[in-house]
């Protein structure tokens, strides 16, 4: 009934702070860039915010009750940035209180919070942004490693870049095009210092979470073929290649990210330090086509390229898609295993750090159950996707569930219900999903089997 898994394959559920701590002003926490871009008018789905979210700061003991009562092996967390600069309490008790329920936990530095002051003395465009990260990360270290052996650098700097940098639709909204990438290489020199001192310190374990998926050209046209290529390149090998390969995959962003050679040569030596564990983030593949004058491009992808980008995305041929639209391709998790495997011989163990579903879950029903049929059927898939890259040859290590909760989806509000656990909008009141139920069932079997 269950797919099987190897001896010591483990289980987790994955959050952001961002997206369900709330309590925005607690601990003297000064703003980030999000809370800056939820107060532009429109910027988010219904004009929503996280000032609250779902209020996880207070209910922290709760909601680790329902990863744990899961029977998961890890809890992947992140830290709020602007919070830990007003002091890490938080966060102490948080990380005892997931010790105490017999769960790992393996928080993630950055995801996409950056301190609005550092924004404003130019955010990831700024080199001295990758110091001030290598200070954050030194904080954290210091206080809280003598529990935390697990660490996670940087969360999907592909996706922040691409949204926030190059584009308007996520903080911090700069709509730089393909100028972004040296906010791109700023972030990767982050990842690289982070590493250095979280090893410094005596980190048992160190690993990044990029989001990775297969791009197919639309036709075998060879502008389609181009278009593909350079879009691949940019969204997965830009970021992938220079910590897996040491290298940057083409001239085009070598010269983009704009950093003379000598220093880049030191860079890249610093990005390139062997890790422990590689996280990948899968959700859905793309396909690519040369512009077409005159062809509506729009609303194909969660955000919109613009025109005068030298590729553009059609519909992926899917038989079912989420509720945000996304298609639904399984074997495009496998796909995308084997050709990481194949590119980087060195690959270290992977772990699927999020893979998951918005679908509009309704309420508890008269029988206090909340059903979702088809996150469940969807997750199945996916864990039978990476079950298919472990047997054929790829190392995997885990598969972490996005999302433990119901949260803020960032532009999108709070319409896009990815969690294993329902949170209703006006009470905060928690309720297990079935597909809760499910997940647990899972792990439960890989001990019988």
């Known amino acids: 009934m269950y797919p099987q898994f190897p001896p010591g394959f483990r289980f987790g559920m994955s959050t952001s702070a961002y997206q369900i701590e709330g309590a925005a002003d607690a601990d003297g926490k000064g703003p980030s860039i999000w809370d800056t871009f939820t107060a532009r008018p429109g910027a988010i789905r219904h004009g929503e915010n996280a000032r609250v979210a779902i209020d996880h700061y207070h209910r922290y003991a709760e909601d680790i009750g329902h990863i744990a009562d899961a029977g998961v092996h890890d809890y992947r967390f992140s830290f709020s940035w602007p919070r830990v600069l007003a002091g890490t309490g938080f966060y102490d008790r948080l990380v005892d209180t997931i010790l105490e329920a017999g769960v790992r936990p393996v928080p993630t530095l950055y995801h996409w919070d950056l301190p609005q002051d550092l924004e404003d003395a130019g955010g ?3 080199r001295d942004t990758a110091h001030r990260l ?5 904080t954290l270290v210091r206080r809280l490693g003598d529990r935390v052996r697990d660490w996670i650098t940087m969360n999907e700097m592909s996706v922040h870049t691409l949204y926030g940098y190059a584009l308007t639709d996520h903080a911090p909204a700069r709509g730089l095009g393909l100028e972004a990438l040296p906010a791109a290489h700023h972030q990767l020199l982050a990842h690289g210092l982070a590493v250095q001192v979280l090893r410094s310190h005596g980190a048992a374990s160190v690993g990044v979470a990029g989001q990775h998926f297969p791009v197919t050209p639309a036709s075998d046209d060879e502008a389609d073929q181009f278009a593909a290529g350079l879009f691949t390149d940019l969204t997965n090998w830009t970021f992938s290649d220079p910590i897996l390969r040491g290298t940057y995959p083409n001239e085009l962003v070598q010269a983009g990210v704009g950093v003379p050679e000598a220093q880049l040569e ?4 610093l990005i390139g330090a062997p890790l422990d564990f590689y996280g990948v983030n899968y959700y859905e593949p793309t396909m690519i086509e040369a512009p077409k ?3 509506d491009y729009t609303g194909v992808l969660e955000v919109d390229i613009p025109d005068g980008l030298p590729f553009s995305p059609v519909p992926v041929k899917s038989d079912e898609r989420t509720d945000f639209g996304w298609a639904i391709v399984p074997s495009g998790l496998t796909e995308i295993l084997v050709t990481l495997r194949d590119r980087y011989p060195n690959l ?8 998951g579903a918005s679908f509009h879950d309704a309420g508890p029903g008269p029988d206090g159950r909340v059903h979702d049929p088809r996150r469940i059927s969807y997750l199945d898939g996916h864990v039978r996707a990476v079950a298919a890259a472990i047997e054929a040859g790829v190392r995997v290590d885990g598969y972490y569930v996005w999302s433990a909760l119901d949260n803020f989806e960032w532009a999108a509000g709070y319409d896009e219900r990815f969690g294993l656990v329902y949170v209703d909008r006006e009470t905060l009141d928690r309720t297990r999903k079935d597909s809760w139920y499910w997940y647990r069932d899972l792990i439960a079997a890989q001990h019988r089997g």
């Open 134 to 138: 290598a200070d954050y990360a030194g």
């Open 266 to 269: 030191r860079d890249l030596e």
């Open 293 to 295: 004058e005159g062809k």
């Open 348 to 355: 270290p163990p992977v772990i699927i750090t999020e893979n």
């Open 124 to 126: 990831w465009m700024n």
